[in-house]
């Protein structure tokens, strides 16, 4: 069995090689609520003003968030980072790359043009911490499942029915159910050839991580889309699309989440649909002739 140190130090490279690939703001949101309460107050430091971090010393970071100059190099080391110069460094570059300045949603306009402005912003931060061969191998194994059953519950399920109706106009075989005892039950049919894909906002809804675990264990394949990095969904997922955390609340919900799953099931199916573009035309048309016949005159 692996020692602290060793899976500390696998964290670590896990970590730099997702670094590679995505947005350091990004990732950050995206751990938030996996990190112990020291670490989430340096993130949520960091978070509310990354341009301030990056010329501050670690001194003045350690005022701001109340942790340790221990806490917070230990926080660089799990983002895959040396230590605090690098990661101001590494949170430069984010910035510049980017291209959009610390806090944009929350910049002077009207409330429409805000809320407009956050979920632009939320768009793009998922198309960067999105991994395009993941996305092509989780489009895959949906084409060619032998079935799929969609689980979600509360305020993600409306995302898991709009992919299934989506998956539908393909001819796929997919079935989103609404009871959670149901889903279960579906999950247990399950075996190799089948996915069973979960979707979670928080990534800790345990209905919905119940029914990808055991539909795991019958060997099916098990794919997931939540707005939290390193939550327990991820677990028991084989593949894991993420949409992008959102900082601000609606009712308890998260204001762009829903909008960032739909973009991820939208680009599945246009992929999915383009990968099969005759036989997708002769569907949609097909479809679309009979439901014209259910439009008012």
Do not use: W
């Not at 990056?54 to 230990?74: D, K, M, T, W, Y």
């Not at 159910?177 to 039950?185: A, C, E, G, P, T």
């Amino acid at each position: 069995m692996p020692s602290r140190t060793e899976k500390s130090s696998d964290s670590a490279v896990g970590a730099k090689k997702v670094m590679a690939r995505r947005s350091l703001l990004s990732y950050i949101k995206g751990i938030l609520p996996s990190l112990n309460p020291t670490a989430r107050l340096i993130a949520q430091c960091v978070l509310a003003d990354p341009e301030k971090v990056i010329s501050s010393s670690i001194a003045q970071l350690r005022e701001a968030s109340g942790a340790s100059v221990g806490a917070i190099v230990a926080f660089c080391r799990r983002l895959g980072l040396k230590g605090f110069a690098d990661f101001k460094i590494a949170l430069a570059r984010d910035l510049a790359q980017s291209g959009l300045p610390a806090g944009t949603a929350s910049q002077s306009g009207s409330l429409f043009e805000k809320v407009f402005a956050f979920h632009a912003q939320s768009l793009s931060e998922t198309l960067q911490i999105n991994d395009q061969a993941i996305f092509q191998r989780v489009a895959t194994v949906i084409e060619r499942a032998g079935r799929i059953e969609l689980f979600s519950i509360g305020m993600s399920y409306p995302v898991a029915y709009t992919a299934y109706c989506k998956f539908l106009l393909l001819g796929l075989p997919a079935a989103a159910h609404f009871d959670s005892h149901i889903q279960l039950i579906n999950a247990t049919q399950l075996k190799a050839g089948d996915v069973a894909f979960g979707i979670s906002c928080s990534g800790t809804t345990a209905e919905t991580a119940q029914c990808l675990q055991v539909a795991k264990a019958k060997r099916a394949t098990t794919v997931c889309i939540t707005n939290a990095m390193r939550s327990p969904i991820v677990a028991h997922s084989d593949l894991c699309l993420y949409a992008t955390p959102s900082e601000i609340n609606y009712f308890q919900a998260p204001l762009a989440s829903r909008i960032t799953q739909l973009a991820v099931i939208d680009a599945l199916f246009v992929y999915l649909a383009l990968k099969s573009k005759n036989r997708t035309a002769k569907r949609l048309q097909q479809s679309g002739e009979q439901l014209l016949t259910r439009r008012l005159p």
